[in-house]
T-cell receptor, first 111, second 112 residues
């Protein structure tokens, strides 16, 4: 079935280090979204990527969508303790279809 | 805007009891989603509605689970009878035409 694989499952970094999480799909995605869930909180929408090869930035966060629209990444430069949480990608295989969430990457940042 | 409202926020019940979770989506949104989150299985889509009509319920675990959306501003997820393995955080989310999803705060369910 349709599945979005996300790695790594956990990532522990020292404050100031960079962080990257990756999502992969075996079939082409229509678009992909990224969400952040703080500990004890609920997923909050960060961004949506639609175009092949698209790159979007939000301050220290850089989001990429692969040329084949089968993979995506989220990169955080110089992590801060406020970046702690679980980052989910969620792919959609057709316009208006349901979102398929990846397993999430839990980020912890040591001050 | 009040955002997605869920109640109760916490529910502790005994095995065999009926549990009803409630959700009020964001006004104007026409898609509503029920998710379950556990450490083992992550975030799972249980069912979603478009314009109050169930579109995909393939994620509903079994017949003990049922969901309704009688109108555009209210939905329920019912578990009858509940079992300890149903313990999880249940999220409701809403969106406009299945676009960006806005999640509620969740209901933490514990079945003893």
């Amino acid at each position: 079935g349709q599945q979005v694989m996300q790695i790594p499952q956990y990532q522990h970094v020292q404050e100031g280090e960079d962080f990257t999480t990756y999502c992969n799909s075996s079939t082409t995605l229509s678009n992909i979204q990224w969400y952040k869930q703080r500990p004890g909180g609920h997923p909050v929408f960060l961004i949506q990527l639609v175009k092949s090869g698209e790159v979007k930035k939000q301050k220290r966060l850089t989001f990429q969508f692969g040329e084949a629209k089968k993979n995506s990444s989220l990169h955080i430069t110089a992590t801060q303790t406020t970046d702690v949480g679980t980052y989910f990608c969620a792919g959609r295989y057709n316009q208006g279809g349901k979102l398929i969430f990846g397993q999430g990457t839990e980020l912890s940042v040591k001050p | 805007d009040a955002g997605v409202i869920q109640s109760p926020r916490h529910e502790v019940t005994e095995m065999g009891q009926e549990v009803t979770l409630r959700c009020k989506p964001i006004s104007g949104h026409n898609s509503l989603f029920w998710y379950r989150q556990t450490m083992m299985r992550g975030l799972e889509l249980l069912i979603y509605f478009n314009n109050n009509v169930p579109i995909d319920d393939s994620g509903m675990p079994e017949d003990r689970f049922s969901a309704k959306m009688p109108n555009a501003s209210f939905s329920t997820l019912k578990i009858q009878p509940s079992e300890p393995r149903d313990s999880a955080v249940y999220f409701c989310a809403s969106s406009l035409w299945a676009d960006t999803q806005y999640f509620g705060p969740g209901t933490r369910l514990t079945v003893l």
